[in-house]
């Protein structure tokens, strides 16, 4: 179970251990000085009520005997006139019959005790007559002394009022109260103000560590007293300057590492654009040096195959004039091979022409020739799909050849790897850019742990050197789509 002063705060645990003995103390004089003035009331009422009592006792005993009751009155009632302590006295004969009875005036409250005195008669017996007969009377010098009685013949009772000598006391208890609870107040005071100069101190230190915790570190803090408070406050402002310093060289380390960093990005962006400037031309050189292969064996091979192909049927024809015989039959057989072969080389290069510069992009434009990309790969196991939005007439140059190379090369990469039975290319034209989705229902593979193949890569760097965006999403058994984003004005 947690104490219930955990929660207090520091001043007020310096004032509960400041102010606990010191109300003890006064609580415990408090009750000492009660109880000892009633106490002293009750000593002072016992002594001079047995003092009072054997007093009248021994001066009243003449009144008693001889019957003189009004003196014996006034006496007792000038002593109760005169003494407020005294409630009561009583004066009473052998057989406890009242004789003398007088009370105080104003109702005073009266004493449970009683102090009760008797009131004795004493009697000497005198001898008047010596031996011889001579009238005599004894002497301390003599050898008998004369003979003494002692006879009671009433008592007197005295009734004690502890009003007046209480009002005395719980007059003095009042002063001595008064003077207890200004010394408790004192120190009241006293431990309020030590908690005040203790706790002041902490709350500064502890808003000054708040302000160091959100980031303000420099932070001024006085030191106002002494002691432990006072070292931790010095500490507060080392550390806090400390603080500011660190901050300002780590904030300085940080700038300058930004720089370096921005002139690295700088860097890495200027190399980066170099880097697409250079694919841009490579491919542009290639696709030049493409379409150039392309027109040498179009205009030079196939027209020397034409030519060959043309003269070996004319020399079958020439052969089929002459008269027949076993070598003319093998000139016509090397004609007819010859001429097959001629155009086994004229349909290759026509491939190999189509291969380099495809003339359907020229002549059908992109979307035509992806298109019918997609019906050359129809005839294997997977089955594509073609859709295209836009008009594709302001696709040409760079741009087509590009989103035309890209294309073959993502549905080869699904022929050779994928395992798809269906899949679906869709281009649409915007008003400044190309979108192409490539879309397969094959194995797929794990983007984040699979390696880009030669493939990809290829792809990703056309993209790149024309300045467009490529994102592929794939998982295992899940199929692949490739997204490609290419803008119509190459920079």
């Not at 706790?199 to 303000?216: E, H, V, Y």
């Not at 699979?450 to 794939?474: N, P, T, W």
């Amino acid at each position: 179970m947690t104490p219930f002063w955990t929660g207090w705060s520091i001043g007020k645990r310096m004032i509960v251990i400041a102010m606990l003995p010191v109300a003890y103390l006064f609580c415990s004089i408090v009750w000492y000085s009660w109880f000892s003035h009633r106490a002293q009331v009750s000593e002072e009422l016992a002594e001079r009520g047995r003092i009072l009592a054997r007093a009248l006792a021994e001066t009243s005993e003449y009144n008693v005997i001889s019957g003189n009751l009004t003196d014996l009155r006034l006496t007792i009632n000038g002593l109760v006139q005169s003494d407020k302590s005294i409630y009561r006295i009583d004066v009473v004969d052998a057989n406890r019959r009242e004789v003398v009875g007088v009370s105080a005036e104003g109702g005073r409250d009266a004493e449970e005790r009683v102090f009760e005195a008797p009131i004795r008669k004493q009697m000497i017996w005198v001898n008047l007559f010596s031996e011889n007969g001579a009238p005599h009377v004894s002497g301390s010098s003599d050898a008998r002394p004369p003979t003494m009685t002692m006879e009671v013949v009433g008592y007197v009772r005295v009734t004690m009022s502890p009003s007046n000598l209480m009002d005395k006391q719980i007059a003095r208890f009042q002063v001595e109260l008064v003077m207890a609870a200004l010394a408790l107040l004192v120190s009241g005071a006293l431990a309020l103000l030590l908690a005040r100069s203790l706790a002041m101190p902490l709350k500064t230190a502890i808003d000054a560590l708040r302000q160091i915790r959100s980031g303000n570190y420099l932070v001024k803090v006085d030191v106002t007293t002494g002691g432990e408070v006072g070292e931790l406050q010095s500490s507060i402002a080392e550390m806090s300057v400390a603080l500011n310093e660190a901050k300002q060289d780590l904030e300085n380390k940080v700038a300058e590492r930004t720089r370096d960093l921005e002139e690295s990005r700088n860097q890495a962006v200027r190399a980066d654009a170099e880097k697409r400037k250079l694919i841009h031309k490579v491919n542009s050189i290639v696709e030049d040096e493409r379409k150039s292969i392309a027109i040498e064996i179009h205009d030079e091979l196939n027209a020397s195959l034409i030519a060959a192909r043309l003269e070996s049927q004319a020399i079958m024809r020439l052969a089929e004039k002459m008269e027949p015989g076993p070598q003319i039959d093998e000139i016509k057989q090397k004609s007819a091979a010859i001429t097959k072969l001629t155009l086994d080389l004229y349909a290759s290069g026509r491939r190999l022409v189509r291969r380099l510069r495809p003339e359907v992009l020229d002549m059908l434009g992109l979307d035509g020739a992806v298109e019918e990309m997609t019906r050359h790969y129809n005839n294997g196991d997977c089955q594509f799909e073609f859709h295209a939005e836009g008009d594709f007439s302001r696709v040409e140059g760079e741009v087509a050849i590009s989103a035309y190379r890209i294309v073959q090369e993502a549905l080869s990469n699904i022929m050779k790897h994928a395992t798809a039975s269906r899949a679906s290319v869709t281009m649409t034209l915007g008003e400044e850019e190309l979108d192409i989705a490539i879309r397969d229902n094959g194995a797929g593979f794990d983007t984040g742990r699979a390696s880009e193949g030669i493939g990809i890569i290829g792809m990703r760097e056309r993209v790149v050197a024309m300045g467009g965006a490529m994102k592929i999403d794939s998982s295992a058994e899940s199929g692949t789509e490739v997204n490609i984003t290419l803008p119509l004005a190459v920079s």
